[in-house]
């Protein structure tokens, strides 16, 4: 059975929570949950600490890091347009030109 869990997860943010004020003990914490695949649990922490008097504003500045970073990995990771579908249309182009040509000479040869 897997484990729910990350211990080194949880002593970063056990880390985060002593020391809320570190900009070290934030990025130690998002870069391990990146690095791990698990940003949205970093989020879902970082939103129940959002609504914290004292702690929101920090809690909602790292939210926007962790959208940030989480859409910057969306964009490395989209797929890119096959090459393969450019060269089938240019292909296809080329075919038709060649044969709007080729009717266009029988043509002119057929007139004369």
């Known amino acids: 059975m897997a484990e729910l869990t990350d211990p080194a997860i949880e002593a970063l943010w056990k880390n985060c929570l002593d020391h809320w004020e570190e900009e070290k003990a934030h990025v130690a914490f998002v870069d391990a949950c990146r690095e791990r695949g698990k940003l949205a ?44 579908k450019r060269r089938a249309n240019a292909l296809a182009v080329l075919v038709i030109l060649l044969a709007g040509t080729i009717g266009l000479v029988a043509y002119i040869s057929l007139v004369r």
């Open 41 to 84: 649990e970093a989020g879902a922490r970082y939103r129940g600490m959002a609504g914290d008097r004292d702690r929101g504003p920090e809690a909602e500045k790292r939210l926007k890091s962790i959208l940030a970073i989480a859409m910057a990995s969306l964009e490395v990771a989209r797929t890119p347009e096959p090459v393969v």
